[in-house]
């Protein structure tokens, strides 16, 4: 083997996706073996699952990129619930096209909401003109939708607007903030989703308005 094909293979290694088990108990690993499997051009770890990804160029180079959401399965798999311990987290990874090969540019666990199964909240990615939305949504006669717009910029990822709906019986009220140079590491949806949007006193007055 030449010594080109050699520097060839090492630049092709994958990237690999390493996120914390924290929320995994140990006997997950003793039924199910540690192992990779490809995603996307990187390495996935195989508690891990794609709960949904959008092909986009993060970085205005003409290549389509991509971001995804990785999900414990013990958040989606009912067959794995009994090994969660409640403290697993979703990640919206960047995976970006260098010269050779994908890599992860962003991690953040803070965009997604870690509720799983028939509680989970999470709507999917959209893209936008701009970037990509990241929506979530809960509830019936009371409910609410929670929108995080995401635009790249400069090799980082930025919170540009949220869109917040909170309804009551067909009535809703809307509020959309605007941001300008709030990082997406910054934020804190998980929170803002943990407390229902703050929906309570939207939904009083929806509660109370006349029709």
């Known amino acids: 083997m030449s010594c080109s094909t050699k520097k060839l293979s090492s630049e092709m290694i994958a990237d690999t996706l390493r996120l914390p088990v924290h929320g995994?108990?140990?006997?997950?690993?003793?039924?199910?073996?540690?192992?990779?499997?490809?995603?996307?051009?990187?390495?996935?770890?195989?508690?891990?699952?794609?709960?949904?990804?959008?092909?986009?160029?993060?970085?205005?180079?003409?290549?389509?990129?991509?971001?995804?959401v990785f999900s414990p399965i013990v958040l989606d798999d009912e067959k794995y619930y009994e090994y969660g311990s409640g403290e697993a987290k979703r990640h919206l990874v960047e995976i970006v096209q260098n010269t050779n090969r994908p890599v992860i540019r962003g991690v953040y666990n803070n965009l997604v909401s870690d509720y799983g199964g028939v509680l989970s909240k999470f709507g999917g990615l959209e893209l936008t003109h701009k970037?990509?939305?990241?929506?979530?949504?809960?509830?019936?006669?009371?409910?609410?939708?929670?929108?995080?717009?995401?635009?790249?910029?400069?090799?980082?990822?930025?919170?540009?607007?949220?869109?917040?709906?909170?309804?009551?019986?067909?009535?809703?009220?809307?509020?959309?903030?605007?941001?300008?140079?709030?990082?997406?590491?910054?934020?804190?949806?998980?929170?803002?989703?943990?407390?229902?949007?703050?929906?309570?006193?939207?939904?009083?007055?929806?509660?109370?308005r006349r029709e």
């Open 24 to 68: 995994i108990k140990e006997e997950f690993f003793k039924e199910v073996p540690l192992k990779y499997y490809s995603k996307f051009g990187i390495s996935v770890p195989n508690y891990l699952r794609v709960l949904d990804s959008l092909a986009i160029d993060l970085n205005n180079d003409g290549a389509l990129d991509t971001v995804a």
């Open 131 to 208: 970037g990509f939305l990241i929506m979530h949504s809960s509830g019936a006669r009371y409910s609410w939708t929670f929108e995080t717009e995401l635009v790249s910029r400069d090799g980082r990822l930025y919170l540009d607007n949220v869109r917040k709906t909170c309804s009551f019986d067909g009535r809703e009220i809307n509020a959309n903030f605007v941001f300008s140079d709030l990082l997406a590491s910054q934020m804190s949806t998980v929170d803002s989703l943990k407390s229902n949007c703050n929906c309570d006193s939207w939904w009083h007055k929806l509660e109370t």
